[in-house]
Structure formats: C-alpha cells, structure tokens
C-alpha cells in the first residue's frame, strides 16, 4: 500500500470509532466502504466503521480507489468551505436590503416553518458520518427551489438589487453542486446517497412555498427569504464541518 493509500486510511481511521482493516483485503484494487455497527463508544447512537475490500481480481488492480476517494473528499470539503463563506455574503446582503427591523441589532423574527426544509436537528452531530452526509445531501437538493422563490420575490421587492439577485440565483446552482459532490463521497465510500423519499417531496414542497410567497404580504415574504438564507447558510456550514470528520487530519 501506498503512502498517499495510507495517509488516508490513518486520517480516517483516527476520527471514525471502531475502524478495522479486513485481512488480506489491502491491496492496489482495495476501496473504501463505510457501514453502521452497533457499540464502538457511540451509546445508543451507531459507530462508524471503514472496512477495506477487495475488488473483483479480474478489475484493473494497476489503479487504486483510495487516493482518489481522498481527493473527492478533500474536493468537496473544500468547495463546501467556500461556499459557507459565501452563503454567509449572501445572508448579510439579503439582511441589507430588507430595510428596518431587519438590519436592526439583535432583531430575531419570527422561526416560521419552511416546507420541506428544516435546520439541523441538535441530534445530527451524534448521527454516523454517512447519515449525516445523507441528511446534508437531502437539505442541498430541497434548497434551490426555495431559493429561487426567494429569487422571484425579491425582484419583485428589490428590482434594484442586482448583486442580491445574482448571489440569489448562485446559491441555488452551488447547493445542487455541493450536494452533488456530497452524494458522489458517499457513492465512492459504498453508501446509498438516497435514505427514504421527503415528506413532501421537494417540488412540492417548493409549489407550497412559492404558493404561500405569493398570497402573504411583504414583510411575511422578506421573513421566507430570511429564514431560507439562513436555512442555506446553516446546511452548508454543517455539511461543511460533517465533511471534516472525514478529512485526514481533520476534526473529530
């Protein structure tokens, strides 16, 4: 095995609880796969494991799986970083624009439910490292709908903003790259990306939402863009810091 193999194996091998390397399974045509197993020091909660498997002999052995599975994971930790600096210039143009009391020190409105979408739940940084990937993936796909609602809302609102627009329409096209790059980790680690289908699915729950933009008055729609900007710049910082427990040498 390689260095670069190993640096991997080490890297999350020290951030995931009950790590194991198979016998005889280390080899130039061994990939990753995480699974759930019950104990390890989680409580009730499921340990992360990382097994090391074989691959079929007949495939090309010559090309080894695991620096490209760092790499991709690396990539995405990455771009998930940027854009939590952006999602963060995004929330505080769209505060700007929204006139008093949003822009007022300490103003907090109203947490109105978004369909389809909710902030991370406080149990979701004691989930296994895939269910979580799997719960950002799931928030990234619900986004760009909202926010393009938002979108339309505000050029309605704010016809002369054109940078808040842009940022708006931005957003939406880097969480579905984001949550792109997170489904093909969890691919690349063995994992179904997929869990069970939204209640109610994104498109509807989107019609809902865009819906009730349109029929309430303005200050209940600059709340949506609020609460949506916020929703947005909370699922890619989690999925941001999800993403470092994977990362070799990142955070526990």
Wanted: aromatic share 4%.
């Amino acid at each position: 095995m390689s260095q670069r193999e190993g640096s991997l194996g080490k890297g999350l091998k020290g951030q995931i609880p009950g790590h194991r390397r198979e016998q005889g399974s280390e080899g130039p045509g061994a990939r990753v796969r995480v699974s759930a197993t019950p104990g390890s020091g989680m409580g009730a909660a499921w340990a992360r494991e990382l097994t090391l498997v074989s691959e079929d002999p007949k495939a090309d052995s010559s090309i080894s799986l695991l620096p490209h599975l760092e790499a991709k994971i690396r990539q995405t930790h990455s771009l998930a970083h940027l854009l939590t600096k952006y999602a963060e210039q995004l929330f505080q143009e769209y505060v700007q624009h929204q006139g008093d009391p949003f822009g007022l020190p300490g103003f907090s409105p109203p947490r109105l439910p978004v369909a389809g979408l909710s902030a991370p739940a406080p149990s979701h940084a004691g989930l296994p490292a895939p269910e979580q990937l799997r719960l950002d993936a799931a928030a990234l796909d619900a986004l760009p709908p909202l926010l393009d609602i938002v979108r339309r809302r505000q050029a309605e609102l704010n016809p002369r903003a054109p940078r808040l627009l842009r940022r708006l329409e931005d957003a939406g096209r880097q969480a579905r790259a984001l949550g792109a790059a997170v489904e093909a980790v969890l691919a690349a680690l063995g994992v179904p990306a997929r869990g069970p289908p939204p209640e109610p699915p994104p498109a509807a729950a989107a019609a809902a939402a865009a819906a009730s933009a349109s029929s309430t008055g303005v200050f209940p729609a600059k709340v949506l863009g609020f609460r949506v900007c916020g929703l947005y710049r909370e699922w890619v910082s989690r999925t941001e810091g999800d993403l470092s427990q994977l990362v070799p040498g990142g955070s526990a």
